[in-house]
């Protein structure tokens, strides 16, 4: 007897948007019911294996790289596919939300590649989930354009002068609430970033000698990527899109996708294009991982973990070197800086920074590197200029002096920083902002002249737990307390009062943010992520 067909999915607990059907399609719908009946239960899987893991670490304190793998590792000759020309040159990508301002400033921006953000950068909600998709098939259709409240116009250059797409879906832990079977199960967000976009945009990119392109985040295992790669076969075979045209980067965002990045491009090596470095969330998964394992894992401010640490050289130079190893491209991380034209001297000071960030980044063998506003485009691209000159990129650089152990990815001792009250104060600061504006929908949010996102309230939040329950004492005697976080947070909610007057701040979530953060920054029960209890409080 043959399976049951998947229950087709209804949109529930929203009002419907306007042009919705352009997107939720019969078609459309149906391919998701597909990914979501043969997928998801993989998924689920694996995301109890997570939890396995975790407690593995727990127990033992460590981590190392895969003895069960080792013959993928120690196997000189196999590579990934060559890159599609549309990616070959990625020396400068631009990352950001999808919607409509930004999907034209970033294609403008002069950049090799925009990374669309449904992800960290993008709030989920129901707007911004289907509001995006539309802005890039608009994009592609060129029949996009913008005006701001100012009177400002946006419209989109030539084609040939446009940056790349690659589209990050969320990440396998985020549902989507509005999208459910027939028995109320929530389709996972990954699968419905991933398939609205694929399902629509593939056989247009195709004829415009490009391709559906993705990177893919928050990836913990090998066992992961090889899901990912199963949904691109499956994919490609139900629209007749030829096979190895999907593209993935992989975001090495987490300290166990470290041990394994050999095995991610093995499993994707059809569809692989490269792995990328991703500070932020990289550092947040540490102290997730290892906030049990005693005061050798304790973090500093997040500001003085730079990218120059042991283990962060550990952890990016064995980026290289496995990319170039294996034919695949090598993405630096991202400059954060945004630019402020009422502050020259500010700026010339971050800029220093910036170019420092990616001189070392170029020199290093990366091929490219992240930045999140147009103005910093041509400052990376001069770093990368200087080295790769007319090249598209530097994989001919093996990096074979590069010898990393398993002690050195995780030897955060070795960092002679040690966390502050203003690294404290800083973190409920950003926390609360960051979360307040994630409530009423945006993602990307410029916080004290830098471009935050999710994982920026991530390692904020972390960073809070660990301290107090590490007991740390900072350098003016004061001990990392519940009581401390939260007299604090009451300074900087009645800062943000003041600053805004009593009308601007009733009418945001400054209270909700608040609540949040002492929540997900003080319960004993350390919870996995913060967007998912966020995303309850998300209209």
Do not use: C
């Given at each position: 007897m043959s399976a049951a067909a998947p229950s087709p999915l209804s949109v529930v607990g929203t009002e419907p948007l306007e042009r919705q059907g352009e997107v939720l399609t019969d078609a459309a719908l149906t391919f998701l019911a597909e990914l979501h009946h043969r997928f998801t239960p993989r998924r689920d899987e694996l995301l109890a294996r997570r939890?396995?893991?975790?407690?593995?670490?727990?127990?033992?304190?460590?981590?190392?790289?895969?003895?069960?793998?080792?013959?993928?590792?120690?196997?000189?000759?196999?590579?990934?596919?060559?890159?599609?020309?549309?990616?070959?040159?990625?020396?400068?990508?631009?990352?950001?939300?999808?919607?409509?301002?930004?999907?034209?400033?970033?294609?403008?921006?002069?950049?090799?590649?925009?990374?669309?953000?449904?992800?960290?950068?993008?709030?989920?909600?129901?707007?911004?989930?289907?509001?995006?998709?539309?802005?890039?098939?608009?994009?592609?259709?060129?029949?996009?354009?913008?005006?701001?409240?100012?009177?400002?116009?946006?419209?989109?250059?030539?084609?040939?002068?446009?940056?790349?797409?690659?589209?990050?879906?969320?990440?396998?832990?985020?549902?989507?609430?509005?999208?459910?079977?027939?028995?109320?199960?929530?389709?996972?967000?990954?699968?419905?970033?991933?398939?609205?976009?694929?399902?629509?945009?593939?056989?247009?990119?195709?004829?415009q000698g490009k391709g559906p392109y993705f990177y893919l985040p928050k990836t913990e295992s090998h066992q992961e990527a090889r899901l990912w790669n199963d949904v691109f076969v499956f994919a490609q075979d139900y629209t007749g899109v030829p096979q190895g045209t999907i593209r993935a980067t992989v975001l090495i965002e987490t300290i166990t996708a470290a041990y394994e990045m050999d095995e991610i491009l093995y499993e994707l090596r059809?569809?692989?294009?490269?792995?990328?470095?991703?500070?932020?969330?990289?550092?947040?998964?540490?102290?997730?991982?290892?906030?049990?394992?005693?005061?050798?894992?304790?973090?500093?401010?997040?500001?003085?973990?730079?990218?120059?640490?042991?283990?962060?050289?550990?952890?990016?130079?064995?980026?290289?070197?496995t990319c170039h190893k294996r034919g695949a491209h090598a993405i630096g991380g991202m400059a954060a800086f945004i630019p402020s034209r009422r502050d020259p001297?500010?700026?010339?000071?971050?800029f220093d920074?910036?170019?420092?960030?990616?001189?070392?980044?170029?020199?290093?063998?990366?091929?490219?590197?992240?930045?999140?506003?147009p103005d910093l485009v041509p400052v990376a691209r001069a770093s990368f200029d200087a080295v790769?000159?007319?090249?598209?990129?530097?994989?001919?650089?093996?990096?074979?002096?590069?010898?990393?152990?398993?002690?050195?990815?995780?030897?955060?001792?070795?960092?002679?920083?040690?966390?502050?009250?203003?690294?404290?104060?800083?973190?409920?600061?950003?926390?609360?902002?960051?979360?307040?504006?994630?409530?009423?929908?945006?993602?990307?949010?410029?916080?004290f002249n830098l471009m935050e996102d999710a994982a920026t309230a991530e390692i904020s939040r972390s960073q809070i737990w660990q301290w107090v329950n590490a007991g740390v004492v900072f350098e003016n005697g004061e001990k990392a307390t519940a009581e401390l976080v939260r007299k604090v947070a009451a300074e900087e909610l009645a800062a943000i009062r003041e600053e805004l007057g009593e009308d601007a701040f009733a009418a945001g979530a400054w209270g909700q943010a608040h609540d949040l953060l002492l929540k997900v920054a003080l319960d004993e029960d350390y919870t996995e992520f913060l967007t998912l209890p966020a995303y309850e409080l998300l209209h």
């Open positions: 939890a396995e893991r975790r407690a593995e670490i727990a127990r033992t304190g460590t981590l190392d790289f895969l003895p069960e793998t080792a013959r993928i590792r120690d196997d000189p000759d196999w590579r990934v596919a060559p890159a599609p020309p549309a990616l070959e040159d990625r020396r400068v990508e631009i990352t950001g939300p999808t919607d409509r301002k930004m999907t034209i400033n970033a294609l403008n921006s002069g950049a090799k590649v925009w990374l669309a953000d449904f992800e960290d950068a993008s709030a989920p909600t129901w707007a911004n989930v289907i509001g995006g998709q539309l802005n890039l098939i608009d994009a592609y259709e060129r029949r996009i354009d913008f005006t701001s409240p100012e009177g400002k116009s946006y419209a989109l250059r030539p084609a040939e002068e446009l940056a790349t797409v690659v589209a990050r879906p969320r990440g396998w832990h985020l549902d989507e609430r509005h999208l459910r079977t027939a028995d109320g199960r929530a389709v996972p967000g990954a699968l419905v970033d991933f398939g609205l976009y694929f399902f629509h945009n593939a056989h247009r990119l195709l004829a059809d569809h692989a294009s490269g792995l990328n470095a991703g500070r932020w969330d990289y550092l947040f998964s540490i102290i997730k991982n290892f906030r049990d394992a005693g005061p050798g894992f304790v973090l500093p401010d997040r500001n003085a973990v730079t990218m120059t640490a042991p283990f962060m050289r550990a952890y990016t130079e064995l980026l290289v070197r001297e500010v700026n010339a000071v971050a920074k910036v170019r420092a960030d990616k001189d070392r980044e170029a020199n290093d063998g990366f091929d490219g590197s992240w930045v999140a506003h790769l000159g007319d090249r598209p990129h530097q994989k001919d650089r093996l990096r074979e002096d590069v010898r990393v152990t398993a002690a050195e990815l995780i030897d955060v001792a070795s960092l002679d920083a040690k966390p502050t009250t203003h690294g404290l104060r800083n973190a409920v600061q950003v926390g609360i902002r960051y979360i307040e504006a994630w409530l009423r929908g945006l993602g990307a949010v410029a916080i």
